[in-house]
Every structure is written in structure tokens, then in C-alpha cells.
């Protein structure tokens, strides 16, 4: 029994990884988002029918995040976290549903990356921003 369809389920384990970088990397992007974030690359290929050019993009992509890790290049690390890479799973599974730019070319496909990461950032910096002053009482 399938209690979700493939198609929202990619759209919820986007919102989620998205969520993962702004509440749990708010400061830093570790190794391991590397790793989850090429699980869900996987699983994104499942779901999804992408171009060839786009799979690509995606695997050279998976690919120079795992030489970034292997050879600690730290600087580049916030490429590869769960804000970054939850905006292109974003923008693949809405693309593929026909809800934003489109996702057979690597131009639209880096287009629309651009633009929901931007705004994924801006809110990750305004989460960081305003919930440094407040203190929760237990």
C-alpha cells in the first residue's frame, strides 16, 4: 500500500532537507551532509525523469562534493549542505511536475537552482539572525 505518491514524496524530502540546513547547519556544513545529500541523489533518480545532460550536472556535482570532503576543502563545504543541494531537489521535483522553469536543460536547471537557493540562504541568514537573541525557557 503506497501512502504517498513518488512525486510528493521527493517535494516532502526536499522541504525537509531544506529545513535540515536551516535549523541544523546554521553555522556549518559538516562531511556528513555530503553523504545524505548523495542519498537523496539516488533517490531523486528514482523519482524523476530527468535529460542526460541534467544527470550530468547532478552527478559531477555529487562527485566534486565527495573530492571536497576527501580532501577537507572546508571553504567549499556550504556548496555541498543540505540548504544548497535541498534547493536543487526542489527545483528538479517542481520542475518535473511543470510548476517552475523547467529541468531539460542545464541552463534552466541552474537558473532556477540560483534563484530558490538565494532565497533558501536569505532565509537560513534570517533564521540564524533572529533566533540568536531569543533563549527558550524549559
Known amino acids: 500500500m503506497r501512502i504517498l505518491s513518488p512525486e510528493f514524496a521527493t517535494i516532502l524530502s526536499a522541504v525537509l532537507v531544506i529545513y535540515i540546513g536551516i535549523v541544523v547547519e546554521k553555522y556549518y556544513v559538516s562531511w556528513s551532509s555530503v553523504y545524505t545529500n548523495t542519498l537523496s541523489f539516488i533517490i531523486l533518480l528514482g523519482s524523476i525523469d530527468i ?10 556535482y555529487t562527485i ?51 534563484v530558490v537557493a538565494v532565497l533558501v540562504h536569505l532565509i537560513g541568514y534570517w533564521y540564524v539572525k533572529y533566533s540568536r537573541g531569543k533563549k527558550r525557557k524549559w
Open 51 to 60: 535529460s542526460g545532460l541534467v544527470f550530468l550536472l547532478l552527478a559531477g
Open 64 to 114: 566534486f562534493g565527495y573530492v571536497a570532503v576527501k580532501l577537507k576543502w572546508k571553504r567549499i563545504f556550504p556548496l555541498f549542505g543540505c540548504k544548497t543541494y535541498g534547493s536543487l531537489v526542489l527545483v528538479l521535483t517542481l520542475g518535473s511536475e511543470g510548476y517552475i522553469f523547467g529541468i531539460y536543460s542545464v541552463e534552466s536547471v541552474m537558473i532556477s537552482w540560483l
